[in-house]
């Protein structure tokens, strides 16, 4: 039996591919052929048939996958046993990607299952020279990039700074667009360090009506997340957004401030609320997982790594890409040559 298993918080989604072998043995020959830089559209749509047949011959719902963020039936999706990590190279202690390139193939199968709940991967040419895989691991690049990649994260959304399709009809002004989902791919994870999540539906339960109300307010103003070279601003905008009958959040502990006064005590609210214990889960990705998270109803953070971080090549490491609407995906400022690497 090929089991899909909702988690037991009911904002989950669990899918257990079994064999770790399975994806990696049937893709890894048409891989080769294509380079991921460049071509990346076409392994995602490789990846995503193989994907496809094998949970179709396992009768189960696809819709679960293609409509999970448009369903919001679930915040997030953990994938298990999708490629194997006994031949991975060393934890890179940079962020610069490895020389062996075993690990483009959990790159390859991440952009696939990004690619299997309807969305596009794709970069910023201003976040780690736009590459489209992000190293996440403990970095000695310097001072600043090692207390970054190894202190706990506190509650965001990713590209805070962006914007959500629905709001503008189109991009002629080049802001920088949000992506709807974010994937991780897990290759190592000694220390158990988990993914802390936040539920947008939680924030609607138990905040207030009038600070929700508050936080619906365009008095918000953000800049760019510090992964990135270049600094983009954004100002007038809600922390929680309404577009039909969908809720949406934005939201960064350092990088989001209030511009009213009302503002600014909706915001101490809102981080009182994700400062109490209770309302924070830990997901733990192992080696060989992947988990896809919706960007738009859920804030995520990470443990503290200052005291299981040792740069000996067995750190933690994950792989992170964003995925776009098609709406999301038209409406970024794209490189002509590149398709998938947004010019900010």
Same mark, same amino acid.
């Given at each position: 039996?090929?089991?899909i298993?909702?988690?037991?918080?009911?904002?989950?989604?669990?899918?257990d591919?079994?064999?770790?072998?399975? *994806?990696?043995?049937k893709?890894?020959?048409?891989?080769?052929?294509y380079d991921?830089?460049?071509?990346p559209?076409v392994?995602s749509e490789l990846?995503k048939?193989?994907?496809?047949n094998?949970i $179709?011959?396992k009768?189960?719902?696809?819709?679960l996958?293609? !409509?999970f963020e448009?369903d919001?039936?679930?915040?997030?999706? *953990?994938?298990?046993?999708?490629?194997d990590t006994s031949f991975? #190279?060393?934890? #890179?202690i940079?962020?610069?990607?490895?020389?062996?390139?075993?690990?483009?193939?959990?790159?390859?199968?991440?952009?696939?299952?990004?690619s299997?709940?309807?969305?596009k991967?794709?970069?910023?040419k201003?976040?780690?020279k736009?590459?489209l895989a992000?190293?996440?691991?403990?970095?000695?690049? !310097?001072e600043?990039y090692?207390?970054?990649?190894?202190?706990?994260?506190?509650p965001?959304?990713? $590209?805070v700074?962006g914007?959500?399709?629905e709001?503008?009809?189109?991009?002629?002004?080049g802001?920088?667009?949000a992506?709807?989902?974010?994937?991780?791919?897990?290759?190592?994870n000694?220390?158990?360090?988990a993914?802390r999540?936040?539920?947008?539906e939680?924030? *609607?339960?138990?905040?207030p009506f009038s600070?929700v109300?508050?936080?619906?307010?365009?008095?918000?103003?953000?800049?760019?997340?510090?992964?990135?070279?270049?600094?983009?601003?954004?100002?007038?905008?809600s922390?929680?957004?309404q577009?039909?009958?969908?809720?949406?959040?934005?939201f960064?502990?350092?990088k989001l401030?209030?511009?009213?006064?009302?503002a600014?005590?909706?915001?101490k609210?809102l981080?009182?609320?994700?400062?109490?214990?209770?309302?924070?889960?830990r997901?733990?990705?192992?080696?060989g997982?992947v988990l $896809?998270? !919706? !960007?738009?109803?859920?804030l995520?953070?990470? %443990?503290?790594?200052k005291?299981d971080?040792?740069?000996?090549?067995?750190?933690r490491?994950?792989i992170?890409?964003?995925?776009f609407?098609? %709406?999301?995906?038209?409406?970024l400022?794209?490189?002509?040559?590149?398709?998938h690497?947004?010019? *900010?």
């Amino acid at each position: 039996m090929f089991p899909i298993q909702e988690n037991a918080n009911g904002r989950g989604l669990e899918i257990d591919f079994k064999s770790c072998s399975l *994806l990696q043995q049937k893709l890894e020959k048409q891989l080769s052929l294509y380079d991921q830089e460049t071509q990346p559209y076409v392994i995602s749509e490789l990846v995503k048939q193989v994907i496809r047949n094998e949970i $179709i011959d396992k009768k189960i719902d696809l819709s679960l996958i293609e !409509n999970f963020e448009e369903d919001e039936r679930y915040d997030w999706i *953990l994938f298990k046993n999708c490629f194997d990590t006994s031949f991975m #190279p060393l934890t #890179p202690i940079n962020d610069t990607p490895p020389e062996n390139e075993l690990w483009k193939i959990p790159a390859a199968i991440l952009m696939g299952l990004i690619s299997s709940t309807g969305h596009k991967v794709a970069s910023y040419k201003g976040e780690m020279k736009g590459r489209l895989a992000h190293m996440v691991m403990p970095a000695l690049n !310097n001072e600043v990039y090692k207390s970054r990649s190894t202190k706990q994260l506190m509650p965001h959304t990713e $590209i805070v700074n962006g914007l959500w399709p629905e709001e503008i009809f189109s991009n002629n002004a080049g802001y920088c667009i949000a992506p709807n989902v974010f994937g991780l791919a897990s290759i190592r994870n000694p220390a158990k360090c988990a993914t802390r999540v936040w539920y947008l539906e939680g924030i *609607l339960k138990s905040l207030p009506f009038s600070i929700v109300r508050d936080l619906m307010r365009p008095e918000f103003s953000t800049t760019s997340q510090s992964s990135f070279d270049v600094e983009h601003n954004l100002e007038g905008v809600s922390v929680i957004s309404q577009f039909g009958d969908r809720m949406s959040i934005r939201f960064s502990y350092s990088k989001l401030r209030g511009d009213t006064i009302r503002a600014k005590n909706a915001l101490k609210r809102l981080k009182e609320y994700l400062d109490d214990a209770n309302n924070v889960d830990r997901l733990v990705v192992e080696p060989g997982q992947v988990l $896809i998270l !919706n !960007n738009r109803t859920l804030l995520h953070g990470r %443990d503290d790594l200052k005291n299981d971080s040792f740069y000996d090549g067995n750190d933690r490491w994950l792989i992170r890409m964003y995925g776009f609407s098609h %709406d999301g995906w038209k409406k970024l400022p794209k490189k002509e040559h590149l398709q998938h690497v947004a010019t *900010l």
